[in-house]
C-alpha cells in the first residue's frame, strides 16, 4: 500500500489480516498521518481471487482508531490479527506503552470499523518500555499442530510476543487467556514478557506469525537488519532482510518454550548432501569439512562428549566470552563462512558446567571475527538451552551467504547472524569443526547438504 492519504502519508506501518468465516479479508494497518499521528486503518484487497493480493483498497472511513487519551500520538502502532470470542465478537491488539510500563490494548468489534477499548489490558509489565508488532496466539500443549488464531479451550496456552521499542529485541512468554475477561497470565512471572525468553538471540526483530490452515502449522518470519553502516546500506542500493519461515509448536517436553524449526519447503531447495560419522575432534583443535564450496548449507549435527577429567565445578562460563575463552567442557561446535586461513570464520557452538544445581548448556554464536570489515557490529549471542535427559546435542544451521540462521536442541534456542564476511565468500567459503574445550573430547556426526538458491518469481514493477 502507498502512504498516499492524510492518515498515512507520513508512512504505511505494520499491518495483519484477518480471514472472516466467509472467506473475506480485512486488513488492519498502522499510518503515521501528515502530523505524525499514528493511527489504525482498514483496508480491503481490490481483487481478493488474486493469490498475492497485490493491490488493496483503503476505507474512505478511515482512520478507524485512534490513540486513546492515556495514550501518546506516537505510541499507538502494530494491530494484531484479530481472534473471536465466546460471545462473537472479535478481539485484537494493539501495543503501547504507559511510562516505562509496556502494555497491549485489547479493542473488540464486530465490524473492524467500529470498535469498543476494554478497561482492561491483556497484559502489562513494568520496565519494558513501548511494546512494537505484538503478536498473540494459541499453541497445543501437545505440540502436535498449529492452531488458528481463535482457538481456545482445554489443551491450549497462548504465547503472547512484543518487539521491545528500547532494545529491539523480540520476547516472548507462554501463559493462559481468559476469554471471559481477556486478560492472559504468564505461566511463570520471573519469565515475562521483556523480562525473559527471547524469541531469537540474535539479529532479529519485529517478527509476525499467521496460521497455515492447509498444512495446520503456525509461521512466523523476522526482520534481519544490518550491522554495517547507513553509507554502506547506500552503496549496495538496499538493507534488511527477512529470515526463512519458520514454524513454531509448544516444546510439550520442557512445558516452558516453544520450538522453531524452519519450514519443510527449505528441503526442496537441498541438493547433494555430505555425511560425516562419530569425527573426533580433540581438545584445541580444528577439524575441516571437505564439502567444496560452502555458502549455501543446510547443516544438521549431532555432538558427544566425553570427559577427561574429573568434570568439577565450572560457575559463570556463558556466551559472553565468544569461542576463545576455554573451559573443560567448551566451546565447540562448527566454524561457518570460515576462510583457509581462519582469518575469518563464525563459530556456532555448544559450551557447557557443571554447577551447584547441575549442568547448564548454553547455545552461541560469536561474530567477532565473522568480517575483517570496518565499522561492522560484531557481537557474541546466545542462551541456556534446555537438554533433557539422554538428549544429544544437537543443532542445526542454515547458511545463506552473509546470513546464518541456528537452531538449538531442535529449535528451543535460536540465533540469527547477519556477517559480512571478505574473504570467506563464494569459492573461499568453508566450513570445520572445532573443540576449545580444555576437558572433553568430541564426538561429531553430521549430515550436511548444498542449498539451491530459491527462484523467486518476477514481477511487473507496475503490479507491485
Not at 499521528?37 to 483496508?43: D, E, G, H, I, S
Not at 462473537?88 to 473488540?108: D, F, N
Not at 518470519?221 to 519461515?245: F, R
Request: proline share 6%; with cysteine.
Amino acid at each position: 500500500m502507498v502512504p498516499d492519504q492524510w492518515y498515512d502519508i507520513n508512512g504505511v506501518w505494520t499491518g495483519s489480516a484477518t480471514i472472516l468465516p466467509d472467506g473475506q479479508i480485512v486488513m488492519l494497518y498502522t499510518g503515521s498521518t501528515d502530523k505524525s499521528v499514528q493511527v489504525q486503518n482498514l483496508a480491503y484487497p481490490a481483487d481478493p481471487s488474486d493469490p498475492l493480493l497485490l493491490d488493496w483498497v483503503k476505507y474512505p472511513g478511515n482512520p478507524v482508531l485512534v490513540p486513546p487519551r492515556h495514550i501518546g500520538p506516537k505510541d499507538f502502532r502494530d494491530p494484531t490479527t484479530a481472534w473471536a470470542g465466546p460471545d462473537g465478537k472479535w478481539r485484537l491488539t494493539i501495543g503501547s506503552k504507559i511510562g516505562k510500563t509496556g502494555i497491549s490494548l485489547v479493542y473488540q468489534t464486530t465490524d473492524f470499523k467500529t470498535y469498543e477499548l476494554l478497561d482492561e489490558y491483556l497484559h502489562a509489565v513494568p520496565g519494558t518500555g513501548m511494546w512494537e508488532c505484538v503478536d498473540f496466539y494459541p499453541v497445543a500443549i501437545n505440540g502436535s499442530v498449529g492452531l488458528d488464531t481463535s482457538a481456545t479451550g482445554p489443551g491450549i496456552k497462548h504465547v503472547l510476543k512484543a518487539s521491545l521499542d528500547d532494545t529491539k529485541v523480540d520476547h516472548y512468554a507462554i501463559g493462559t487467556y481468559n476469554p471471559a475477561n481477556d486478560k492472559w497470565t504468564p505461566d511463570n512471572p520471573e519469565e515475562d514478557v521483556g523480562i525473559g525468553l527471547k524469541w531469537d538471540y540474535g539479529r532479529y526483530y519485529a517478527s509476525k506469525s499467521f496460521y497455515d490452515p492447509y498444512k495446520k502449522r503456525r509461521i512466523v518470519w523476522g526482520w534481519i537488519n544490518e550491522t554495517d553502516t547507513e553509507s554502506d546500506d547506500l552503496e549496495k542500493g538496499w538493507a534488511s532482510v527477512q529470515t526463512i519461515p519458520r514454524t513454531v509448536l509448544y516444546d510439550n517436553k520442557t512445558g516452558s518454550n516453544v520450538v522453531q524449526w524452519p519450514v519443510e519447503e527449505i528441503e526442496s531447495l537441498r541438493q547433494n548432501s555430505t555425511v560425516f560419522e562419530e569425527v573426533v575432534v580433540e581438545p584445541g583443535s580444528v577439524v575441516p569439512l571437505d564439502i567444496g564450496v560452502a555458502t549455501q548449507l543446510d547443516i544438521s549435527a549431532e555432538f558427544e562428549t566425553e570427559l577427561l577429567g574429573s568434570g568439577a565445578m565450572e560457575e559463570g562460563y556463558g556466551c559472553s566470552g565468544g569461542a576463545i575463552d576455554r573451559s573443560a567442557m567448551g566451546p565447540f561446535g562448527l566454524l561457518v563462512n570460515a576462510h583457509d586461513s581462519l582469518s575469518e570464520l563464525t563459530p556456532i557452538f555448544f559450551r557447557s558446567s557443571n554447577t551447584t544445581k547441575g549442568t547448564n548448556t548454553y547455545f552461541c554464536a560469536d561474530e567477532t571475527r565473522s568480517s575483517l570489515a570496518p565499522d561492522v557490529f560484531k557481537q557474541v549471542h546466545g542462551s541456556k538451552v534446555p537438554v533433557l535427559q539422554g538428549e544429544k546435542l544437537s543443532m542445526r544451521i542454515l547458511v545463506d551467504h552473509s546470513i546464518v540462521e541456528s537452531f538449538g536442541q531442535g529449535g528451543r534456542t535460536v540465533i540469527t547472524s547477519r556477517i559480512y564476511p571478505t574473504k570467506a565468500i563464494y569459492g573461499a567459503a568453508r566450513l570445520f569443526l572445532f573443540n576449545n574445550a580444555t576437558g572433553v573430547n568430541v564426538k561429531a556426526t553430521l549430515k550436511i547438504w548444498r542449498l539451491n538458491s530459491a527462484f523467486i518469481h518476477p514481477f511487473p514493477l507496475d503490479q507491485i
